[in-house]
């Protein structure tokens, strides 16, 4: 099944500060999903990436799939304390869905 | 508002006991999914469906039993075979998955949290 490995599994940054995190595939993507997750609750689909060189951005969050379509990254500018939680990746897998570890943000005020 | 509502939130297990975990969707969605997150790791796959009666094991469906009686509605029970429950469960619902192409996400309940007493 598709494996998926996330990096770094937890970042501090000061507010105000860039970051990347990054979502590396197994097998090739057909389908990349960002989520963030708040401690104690459930998923919030942010993006959706399909093609290779694709690039989708919200608000201060740009998610980028490579051109083979097995690396993602989620690049967040000038992070304030409300993006702070975690960042999952997904992929479809068949016809299920797997994740990767997350990567839990900090962002101190 | 369209959405997938888990109940109850918090929910406690005594030895040997079974609970079931309710978890319904008013999308109109096909395939429903059951994850299981513990701490500081990712979710992990027990079981999802991709039409009524019909359901297929996950990575970890050891100790857990589904139903799909209805396209709205996924339970999952959590048996006493299971012997670490203790985790955080999250049911996720998706449209027409049959597409490997599809670009229709899952959507996700807010979770329940399961205790050993």
């Known amino acids: ?109 | 508002d369209g959405g997938i509502t888990q109940s109850p939130k918090y929910l406690f297990r005594k030895e040997g006991q079974n609970v079931t975990l309710s978890c319904e969707q008013n999308l109109n969605h096909d395939a429903m999914y059951w994850y299981r997150q513990d701490p500081g790791q990712g979710l992990r796959l027990i079981y999802y469906s991709q039409i009524v009666n019909d359901f297929q094991k996950g990575d970890i469906a050891e100790g857990y039993s589904v139903s799909r009686e209805k396209k709205e509605s996924f339970p999952l029970t959590v048996t006493s075979a299971q012997k670490n429950p203790t985790a955080f469960y999250l049911c996720a619902s998706r449209m027409n998955p049959t597409n490997l192409y599809s670009n229709q996400p899952q959507h996700f309940g807010d979770g329940t949290r399961l205790s050993i007493l």
Request: charged share 20%; hydrophobic share 30%.
């Open chain 1, 1 to 109: 099944s598709q494996e998926l490995e996330q990096s770094p599994q937890s970042l501090i940054v000061q507010e105000g500060k860039n970051l990347t995190i990054n979502c590396t595939s197994s097998k090739t993507l057909y389908g990349l999903y960002w989520y963030k997750q708040k401690y104690g609750e459930g998923l919030i689909f942010l993006m959706m990436l399909q093609k290779g060189g694709e690039e989708k951005s919200h608000e201060k969050i740009t998610a980028k799939l490579d051109e083979k379509k097995q690396q993602s990254s989620l690049h967040i500018t000038a992070s304030q304390p409300s993006h702070a939680g975690i960042y999952l990746c997904g992929a479809l897998n068949n016809n299920d869905m797997r994740f990767g570890a997350g990567t839990r943000l900090t962002v101190k005020p």
